[in-house]
C-alpha cells in the first residue's frame, strides 16, 4: 500500500479500459473497410447505367451509389473545362485533374473528370491538356460525390487563377457555367484517350483491409497484459522484500557477539 504502488495500481485500472475502447474503434475501422470494400466491388460489377437515371441538378449522390458504372452521351464543352489542382497521378507523381462540363443529348450538364496531367511549370498557367473527342461521343466512367472540404481535408481556395479550382463541385461549377448541373461528376473510365493523356484515375481498392483487425487484436491483448504485469512485479517486490529482510536478518544474526565461556 505504499504511494508508488497506488499509483500503478491507479494506472492499470485507466490503461485496461482505455486499451479496450482502442481495441474496439480498430474493430470498427476494420469492419467499415470490409463494408466499403463489399459496397464498391458490388458498384463496379454493377451493369452501367445513364448518369440521369442516378442524379440530377442539385442531387447528393449517396454513399450507395458511389463508383456506380454510369454512361452518358453528348459532346464535351472544352471552353469551359478547368483543372483541379494538387492531385497525384497513378505513380504519385502531382499535378492536376482536368475537369471538363459534358452536355448531354436530350439536355443537361454532367461534370466529367477526365484523368491527370502534370501542372504547368507556371502555377499560374493552365496547363497543356490534349483535346477530348469531338462530336456526339457516348462516355463510361464511375459516378463519384461532389468533394467538401470536410470530406476530402482539401482547403478551398477562392483566389486561383483562371480555371483552376481545388474542389470537384457541380454546385460551383453550376455556378461558373450558369447553368445547371447535374449533382456529382462522373470519373472517366472510356474511351481510353489517345497516347493515354490524360491519364485515367484507376479504379479504387476494393481487396485490401489493412492491419485494423490486427491492431484491435493487440489493443485487447495488450488489456489483458496489464493485470498480469501487475501480479508479476507484486509478486517479484514480495520476493525482494522477503530476501532482503532474510539477509539483514542473517547479517544480524552474524554481527551479535558470541557469548563468552563459563569460569570453572
Not at 26 to 49: C, G, T, Y
Request: zero cysteines; hydrophobic letters at 45%; proline letters at 8%.
Amino acid at each position: 500500500m505504499t504511494r508508488q504502488w497506488l499509483i500503478l495500481a491507479l494506472l492499470s485500472l485507466a490503461l485496461i479500459p482505455t486499451m479496450i475502447e482502442l481495441g474496439f474503434w480498430q474493430l470498427h475501422r476494420h469492419e467499415h473497410k470490409v463494408a466499403q470494400n463489399a459496397l464498391i466491388s458490388r458498384n463496379l460489377d454493377a451493369a452501367p447505367v445513364p448518369v440521369s437515371q442516378l442524379t440530377s441538378p442539385g442531387h447528393t449522390v449517396p454513399r450507395a451509389d458511389y463508383w456506380r458504372t454510369v454512361t452518358a452521351t453528348g459532346t464535351f464543352d472544352e471552353k469551359h473545362a478547368v483543372v483541379v489542382r494538387r492531385r497525384t497521378a497513378n505513380d504519385g507523381s502531382i499535378g492536376v485533374h482536368v475537369l471538363v462540363p459534358f452536355v448531354l443529348k436530350g439536355g443537361g450538364t454532367v461534370m466529367i473528370n477526365r484523368g491527370w496531367v502534370p501542372s504547368a511549370e507556371d502555377q499560374h498557367a493552365f496547363p497543356d491538356v490534349p483535346a477530348a473527342p469531338r462530336g456526339e461521343v457516348t462516355v463510361t466512367g464511375r459516378l463519384k460525390a461532389d468533394e467538401t472540404t470536410g470530406a476530402s481535408g482539401i482547403k478551398d481556395i477562392s483566389d486561383l487563377p483562371d480555371r483552376q479550382v481545388m474542389l470537384i463541385s457541380s454546385a460551383q461549377q453550376a455556378r461558373l457555367l450558369d447553368r445547371p448541373v447535374l449533382g456529382g461528376y462522373i470519373e472517366l473510365t472510356g474511351p481510353a484517350p489517345k497516347n493515354g493523356s490524360p491519364e485515367v484515375i484507376e479504379a479504387p481498392d476494393d481487396s485490401s483491409i489493412g492491419p485494423h483487425m490486427a491492431y484491435a487484436v493487440q489493443w485487447w491483448l495488450f488489456a489483458a497484459g496489464v493485470p498480469v504485469g501487475f501480479v508479476v512485479l507484486a509478486r517479484r517486490e514480495k520476493r525482494d522484500r522477503v530476501a532482503a529482510a532474510e539477509a539483514a536478518a542473517a547479517a544480524e544474526e552474524d554481527a551479535s557477539p558470541e557469548p563468552e565461556p563459563a569460569q570453572a
